[in-house]
């Protein structure tokens, strides 16, 4: 069952030269009590798709062109006042870096307690006790302690404990979570991924868990969207996607990340210009893909490529596995 639902979203940013499209008309769907994962390259659309479910997309200075986003009944966009009942409460967002989503001259403790307070009403004895309470949840040891610091006397780890902390305290349904501690070192990111992971479980919570490493995706998501140049390439269960990619941009991007993994020179994707600074420009008719595609046909510069639902359930945008099923090949590799 769906709990969130993303219809036809397209989100610009307004360059002196022409608009950029950083999300073009995507769709996808969050069912209850999954993790859904969304990957891909820096420029891809992953971050500015996140803030603007979570209805953040002016403060990042980007236009919602069109689009629908569903919960609870309601289109989240049609009105700022929805976002005002949901945001923090209902669906609460995560950010990459936790330093700065803090404010640096408040305890930790009083900057929890205030969301506490805001939010839920709470008396001040019972936000004490509830601090206290999810900082226990974020498996922090002595969480008064923790909650008499400043986010400098905190480490990155502890740090997104916090933001963790804060993400539940108000008992969301769904948590969007963008890249949470890419930026630690690969110990203390497993650590924290797992922690959200057990208490989404624990909670029933369902996830969009944002990451450019396919590693991360593989082992906490359910399903996933690939995305390049703002627009989803391919999209399905984790393990079909990325055990058996059928989208020319999740093959290089697998490629990729093995070749990264195994420490090897040059990998395919690391030879091209990322999306933003050619292709994603132009008013792309096209497949945004088309520069760095090496299956890439005339249609595919002039005409973008239809959502195929394949047997499996994946969904793909490929002008060139649309031809390979047209000619009767439907387990045809790229
Ligand atoms: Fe490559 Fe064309 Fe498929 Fe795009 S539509 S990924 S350019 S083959």
Not at 48 to 58: F, K, S
Not at 105 to 114: A, F, I, P, T, Y
Not at 279 to 291: R, T
């Amino acid at each position: 069952m769906e709990i969130l639902k993303v219809n036809d979203l397209t989100v610009y940013f307004d360059t002196r030269c022409r608009p950029v499209k950083a999300v073009d008309g995507i769709s996808f769907a969050l069912r209850r009590g999954e993790t859904l994962g969304i990957v891909g390259e820096s420029g891809s659309g992953k971050s500015v798709t996140a803030l603007t479910v979570m209805g953040l997309a002016q403060s990042i200075g980007a236009r919602i062109v069109s689009g629908e986003v569903w919960y609870d009944g309601k289109n989240l966009l049609s009105s700022q006042d929805l976002y005002r009942q949901v945001r923090g409460k209902k669906i609460s967002y995560i950010p990459q870096e936790a330093a700065p989503a803090l404010n640096p001259v408040l305890q930790v403790g009083k900057q929890l307690g205030e969301m506490l307070s805001v939010h839920l009403g709470l008396s001040a004895g019972d936000v004490r006790r509830k601090t206290a309470q999810l900082l226990e949840t974020v498996e922090l040891p002595q969480p008064e302690l923790v909650a008499r610091l400043y986010p400098h006397q905190l480490s990155g780890g502890i740090l997104q404990r916090v933001l963790l902390a804060m993400a539940l305290s108000c008992g969301p349904d769904i948590i969007i979570a963008d890249e949470p501690a890419s930026s630690l070192d690969t110990t203390i990111q497993a650590q924290i991924l797992r922690l959200l992971g057990t208490i989404k479980a624990r909670e029933g919570l369902s996830l969009i868990l944002i990451a450019h490493d396919l590693g991360v995706i593989y082992q906490n998501c359910d399903r996933v969207l690939i995305m390049y140049g703002g627009r989803i390439m391919e999209a399905g269960l984790t393990s079909q996607i990325l055990e058996n990619p059928l989208h020319p941009y999740t093959v290089s991007l697998l490629e990729t990340y093995r070749c990264l993994e195994e420490g090897m020179k040059q990998p395919g994707l690391t030879k091209s210009c990322p999306p933003a600074s050619r292709e994603n420009i132009p008013d792309a008719l096209g497949c945004v893909f088309a520069y760095r595609c090496q299956r890439a046909m005339d249609i595919c510069f002039l005409k973008k490529a239809p959502s195929l639902t394949l047997d499996d359930g994946r969904t793909v945008s490929c002008h060139h596995l649309l031809h390979l099923r047209q000619d009767g090949n439907p387990d045809a590799r790229m």
